[in-house]
Antibody
């Protein structure tokens, strides 16, 4: 079955760029949207943004200016870059398969286990 | 942005009993609501979408109801594997938002 696994540094310095990769196994990354979602300690889940294999992206306006999401179909991976991070970006970051279409957003039917990223000097 | 509010924050229930979790939206989301379960160290699991449709493999003891701004997830007879965190999520607005979660713990 399809599985997702996040990877990347667990510690990032303030003002630097957070970079994470989600590897998709057991199925093709094509034909689906893929999202990043995060949960800061003690807070709720926040949708960060999504990408389609064509490169179409969209992101939460609260983070839009700092978010870059890309896809590498040859590696069956997609990635998140979040620039100019602060302590407020400390969170568990999840990747998820997004059942959205070009016209309508929907739910997330598969998730990775999540990875904790701490922003600290 | 649509704000989702879940209650209670923690629900203490004995195995075999019924659990009722609530989710409220700050404005109508029609039936565009999903529920997820999360256990420590595991990936979140989709339980329900369209407010009342069980995802593949989800036991029949889980049921969802509601529309507009008020939603309920009911677990009819709690099993040991059901003690977990539960989140609701709306997708009526393109900025998908989640509730803060309800922790279902053993009483």
């Amino acid at each position: 079955q399809v599985q997702l696994q996040e990877s990347g540094p667990g510690l990032v310095k303030p003002s630097e760029t957070l970079s994470l990769t989600c590897s998709v196994s057991g199925g093709s990354i094509s034909s689906y949207y893929w999202s990043w979602i995060r949960q800061p300690p003690g807070k709720g889940l926040e949708w960060i943004g999504y990408i389609y294999n064509s490169g179409t992206t969209n992101s939460n306006p609260s983070l839009k200016s700092r978010v870059t999401i890309s896809v590498d179909t040859s590696k069956n991976q997609f990635s998140l870059k979040l620039s100019s991070v602060t302590a407020a970006d400390t969170a568990v970051y999840y990747c998820a398969r997004d059942i959205s279409t070009v016209t309508t957003v929907y739910w997330f039917d598969l998730w990775g286990q999540g990875t904790l990223v701490t922003v600290s000097s | 942005e649509i704000v989702m509010t879940q209650s209670p924050a923690t629900l203490s229930v004995s195995p075999g009993e019924r659990a009722t979790l609530s989710c409220r939206a700050s404005q109508s989301v029609s039936s565009d609501l999903a529920w997820y379960q999360r256990k420590p160290g595991q990936a979140p699991r989709l339980l329900m979408y369209a407010a009342s449709t069980r995802a593949t493999g989800v036991p029949a003891r889980f049921s969802g109801s509601g529309s507009g701004t008020e939603f309920t997830l009911t677990i009819s007879s709690l099993q040991s594997e059901d003690f977990a965190l539960y989140y609701c999520q709306q997708y009526n607005n393109w900025i998908r938002t989640f509730g803060q979660g309800t922790k279902v713990e053993i009483k």
